[in-house]
């Protein structure tokens, strides 16, 4: 995996701090991939900001202030008003940004991209080339995640998921966890022991993750 420009980055030994474990427990984790790595041409151990915060999520752990806001996924909307305030209502307390016309978003694109686009078609396909459009947002966002508000599927590009335009069940369960928003608690999972050398204190809940998720072995 290689890393972005730019990009936070954290080492085997800030992993092994933010859980309380040592570094063997650390490279057992890596070794039986548990959590998302890459080397450095020297064989450092590398963790992506992004992803440390997923497996911090995911065993339960804490994650903490300032890595919470280093790996916040940005969402942006194109649409009208009206969009605006159903995805705002929809995604409560998801920050969002607004592109109200498509040369907006274009825009936004080249300059601050987001993570994630939602994209009201109804709204704009008056006003521009819906395909073009999707194609400029893809080539400057190739990373996005890209999803049509329509309620009818319009030949749209394999990169692009479709939902409901007021379909708020269907946008929480697609963009929620991609921002880090609360999870289901997951039926059936039992919990199991932590990992040797994990101190009682690392065993916190955190924010989104349910207390009873098994942790690594």
């Not at 080492?11 to 570094?23: I, K, M, N, P």
């Not at 190739?142 to 379909?167: K, S």
Request: hydrophobic letters at 45%; glycine letters at 8%; a neutral charge.
């Amino acid at each position: 995996m290689a890393a972005m420009r730019g990009e936070k980055l954290l080492t085997a030994s800030d992993l092994a701090a933010l859980c309380e474990v040592d570094l063997k427990t650390i490279h057992n984790w890596v070794d039986r991939g548990r959590i998302a790595h890459f080397r450095t041409p020297g064989r450092h151990l590398r963790f992506r900001a992004a992803d440390v915060a997923e497996f911090l999520r995911t065993w339960g752990y804490t994650v903490p202030r300032e890595l919470a806001r280093a790996t916040a996924r940005t969402v942006m909307v194109v649409g009208s008003k009206e969009t605006m305030a159903h995805v705002t209502r929809s995604l409560e307390g998801v920050p969002l940004k607004h592109a109200a016309h498509a040369y907006d978003a274009l825009v936004y694109a080249g300059s601050d991209p987001a993570d994630v686009l939602l994209i009201d078609l109804p709204a704009i396909s008056a006003e521009i080339d819906v395909g073009q459009m999707l194609e400029a947002l893809h080539r400057a966002c190739p990373q996005a995640t890209f999803v049509a508000l329509a309620d009818e599927a319009q030949g749209l590009p394999a990169y692009v998921t479709r939902v409901g335009r007021f379909d708020v069940t269907a946008l929480k369960t697609l963009i929620l966890p991609q921002v880090g928003g609360a999870r289901a608690p997951q039926a059936g999972v039992e919990e199991s022991a932590a990992p040797q050398g994990m101190s009682q204190g690392a065993q916190g809940a955190s924010e989104q993750a349910p207390t009873s998720m098994p942790r690594p072995s």
